[in-house]
């Protein structure tokens, strides 16, 4: 399945279709631009989800404060259990450089979605 299959997927969840950017957020996108938003979306993936057992997972994604997390939750990378359930990214490793990037890629494309 490919980034905009899933895209679509995950939207007929009833849990991750009421995840949207508010104005403010929409706003700070638009003062950084993609490719700051591209950055801290590599870096959270980097520390937050790709180590073996991350710190505090199924909690490390705050549900506010950024862009990059509401766009987590919508497209369910926001912790390693639903990157198993949504992606089959085994949870009993570390994720991969690709998997990182394919992350990254699709919090990005809903991201750009969002900002239309």
Known sequence: MNEIQKLEALKKSSFRSHFHLSEKEKQYVKEKGL???????????????????????GKQTPMKGHPVFIAQHATATCCRSCLEKWYH???DRS???????YIVGIIMMWIQEEMK
């Open 35 to 57: 490719d700051v938003i591209q950055s801290h979306a590599s870096e959270f993936i980097l520390k937050r989800l790709a180590p073996l057992n991350p710190y505090h997972d």
């Open 95 to 101: 994720l991969t450089k690709k998997e990182q990037e």
């Open 89 to 91: 990214f085994p949870k």
